[in-house]
């Protein structure tokens, strides 16, 4: 069950958020969205990869494990990642739209929902989302930062594949990880950019991509993949401890 409300500082001026990471929270899984507002960050950490829609649309993906629910950056400890993805770290937020009159117009602005029924919102433990006095604490400011990553990510996620798709970019992948001579896993029903095609890009098409900062993006994705060895690595120290 939910229960969102719009965030105010007045019905809400002594709610906390208790910080953290664990599957109690939704962090086991081993697929989990990013958005282009954050390839920069998650790509020193995680292997980003695309998947289709049954709408026929992508989405940005960063391979977090190799077994269903599997998160190899969660531990006992917390998430271990230097980068963690916006859509964990937003805690029991979600950003929403609500009229508000500017300058005599009527305009649809960004607004933040907190959904009271969850687990990490408490009135007496965590992080303060006011200061005594007014204003925000630095919490929910950091909180606000991430909402505003998502929103602009999902903003521009959508451009930018038709960007990738008119450029002739995105093409399947094969992702096989070998952990050992016996133990194979393949990664299915996922797609990359093209490292050719993008090399040989010119003209109008590279200098619309540039232009849009998609080109980064895509670059950014290539230069993610190598982080499949620190999954290897993360794995094979789980197995080595469960045995």
Do not use: C
């Not at 995680?46 to 969660?74: C, H, M, T, W």
């Not at 009527?106 to 969850?118: A, G, H, S, Y």
């Not at 849009?212 to 080595?240: C, Q, T």
Request: glycine share 8%; proline share 5%.
């Amino acid at each position: 069950m939910t229960n969102m409300a719009l965030l105010n500082n007045i019905e809400h001026h002594d709610l906390r958020v208790i910080s953290g990471h664990g599957p109690e929270y939704g962090d086991s899984i081993n697929l989990t969205p990013v958005f282009p507002t954050e390839f920069a960050e998650a790509q020193r950490d995680y292997p980003i990869l695309f998947r289709k829609g049954e709408d026929g649309q992508y989405s940005a993906v960063a391979l977090l494990g190799l077994d269903k629910g599997e998160n190899l950056f969660l531990t006992n400890e917390g998430w271990q990642g230097r980068y963690i993805p916006a859509i964990h770290q937003r805690g029991p937020f979600v950003i929403g739209r609500q009229n508000q009159e500017i300058d005599g117009e009527t305009r649809q602005e960004p607004v933040i929902f907190v959904d009271l029924e969850d687990s990490r919102v408490s009135r007496s433990d965590g992080h303060p989302l006011f200061l005594k006095h007014g204003g925000n604490s630095p919490y929910l400011q950091h909180v606000s930062h991430v909402l505003r990553v998502i929103n602009k990510g999902a903003e521009i996620a959508r451009p930018m594949f038709a960007a990738f798709e008119a450029a002739e970019l995105i093409e399947p992948a094969s992702l096989e990880i070998r952990l050992d001579e016996h133990t194979v896993y393949n990664v299915p029903d996922i797609y990359s950019i093209n490292e050719q095609k993008l090399a040989a890009l010119e003209g109008a098409t590279l200098e619309n991509l540039h232009k849009s900062g998609f080109l980064r993006a895509a670059y950014l994705v290539l230069a993610s993949l190598p982080n499949v060895s620190r999954l290897i690595s993360l794995k094979n120290a789980k197995r080595a401890h469960d045995s």
